[in-house]
């Protein structure tokens, strides 16, 4: 095992484009160590290591405009200290582990781990985010949809880094939550989650949405059905648009497959995730009725 802490990103990449001369591997990035040192199959004497978490440029949470950009290595605790950032996004920051998994544990790295109940994923597919990557051989923009392809699967060549997400700040008359069901208070994983954007129109009627469900599929999915269904709706039947959500939800939608596992079966999630979306959608139609701020 080697392990080096890069201060600069050229530091980073031009490491991470040299191979180990004795077995032909790529050194491996690690950030918060709070995935990488967790997980068995990731034993900290098995890799020769590039730490980024010194890296300041990695840090910075930046507006240009109306443009975000979160750099990878911004933490959980970075992002909750941001008050003009998305709700939806400081919601899952908080929800995140403890205080200290917070502090350690970075946006970048939650997304490079890809788990299917990562926390950053909801949130920033509903904002429809982009992932900024680079390598020695130059730089290269994605969809965070296409980034981010399985369980533990990216879209990273092995010398490259995640350098930043980027996504369009919500317009003033949008709003955005994130609902997450766990099985119990305090620090725990996901069973789903869900994440909506939404914007209500000068007719009272909803004008945008995006929702996004998670821990239900491989991969975090955007709910095209229910989008459909909820687009254009007067936001005065509140109720019965939640009703609606109740009902779309419960048909089969083709977006979702979720599994029995430890955490709940599979049925609990379904109907896990009617809730979570009705709950987030409440929380962001109710707020635009009585003209609040969407941070
Ligand atoms: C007790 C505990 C509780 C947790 N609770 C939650 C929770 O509630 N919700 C949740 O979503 N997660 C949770 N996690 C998981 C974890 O804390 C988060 O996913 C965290 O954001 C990971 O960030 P990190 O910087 O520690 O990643 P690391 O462990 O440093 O890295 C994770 C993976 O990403 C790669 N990587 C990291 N940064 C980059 C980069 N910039 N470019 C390319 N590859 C990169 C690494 O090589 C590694 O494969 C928990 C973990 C623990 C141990």
């Given at each position: 095992m080697t392990y080096f802490r890069a201060t600069t990103c050229d530091e980073a990449l031009a490491r991470l484009a040299e191979r180990n001369p004795h077995d032909g591997r790529h050194r491996r990035i690690v950030c918060g160590a709070t995935d990488c040192f967790a997980e068995a199959a990731l034993v900290p004497?098995?890799?020769?290591?590039?730490?980024?978490?010194?890296?300041?440029?990695?840090?910075?949470?930046?507006?240009?405009?109306?443009?975000?950009?979160?750099?990878?290595?911004a933490s959980?605790?970075?992002?909750?200290?941001?008050?003009?950032?998305?709700a939806s996004l400081r919601q899952a920051a908080q929800g995140v582990g403890s205080r200290q998994i917070r502090v350690q544990g970075t946006l970048g790295g939650n997304l490079c781990h890809a788990s299917?109940?990562?926390?950053?994923?909801?949130?920033?597919?509903?904002l429809d985010a982009q992932v900024e990557l680079a390598s020695a051989?130059?730089?290269?923009?994605?969809?965070?949809?296409?980034?981010?392809?399985?369980?533990?699967?990216?879209?990273?060549?092995?010398?490259?880094?995640?350098?930043?997400?980027?996504?369009?700040?919500?317009?003033?008359?949008?709003?955005?939550?994130?609902?997450?069901?766990?099985?119990?208070?305090?620090?725990?994983?996901?069973?789903?989650?869900?994440?909506v954007h939404v914007r209500v129109g000068d007719n009272s009627r909803i004008a945008e949405i995006a929702v996004v469900v998670?821990?239900?599929?491989?991969?975090?999915?955007?709910?095209?059905?229910?989008?459909?269904?909820?687009?254009?709706?007067?936001i005065?039947?509140?109720?019965?648009?939640?009703?609606?959500v109740e009902s779309v939800a419960s048909a089969p939608l083709p977006e979702l497959a979720p599994i029995d596992d430890g955490r709940g079966t599979a049925a609990h999630r379904t109907a896990l995730v009617r809730v979570a979306i009705a709950r987030a959608l409440t929380s962001c139609l109710e707020e635009s009725h009585h003209g609040a701020s969407f941070v």
């Open positions: 004497a098995a890799f020769d290591w590039v730490d980024i978490s010194r890296i300041e440029a990695l840090r910075r949470i930046a507006r240009d405009g109306r443009t975000v950009r979160i750099g990878a290595a959980w605790e970075d992002i909750l200290a941001t008050s003009w950032l998305p299917p109940v990562a926390d950053g994923m909801p949130p920033l597919l509903a051989r130059g730089g290269r923009r994605l969809p965070l949809l296409a980034f981010v392809t399985g369980p533990r699967d990216i879209a990273l060549h092995p010398d490259e880094l995640l350098v930043a997400i980027e996504f369009a700040l919500p317009r003033d008359d949008a709003r955005t939550a994130f609902i997450k069901c766990t099985n119990r208070d305090g620090s725990a994983l996901a069973v789903v989650s869900a994440a998670g821990g239900a599929s491989p991969v975090a999915r955007r709910m095209h059905a229910i989008e459909a269904a909820l687009m254009g709706r007067p005065d039947a509140l109720a019965a648009i939640v009703g609606s």
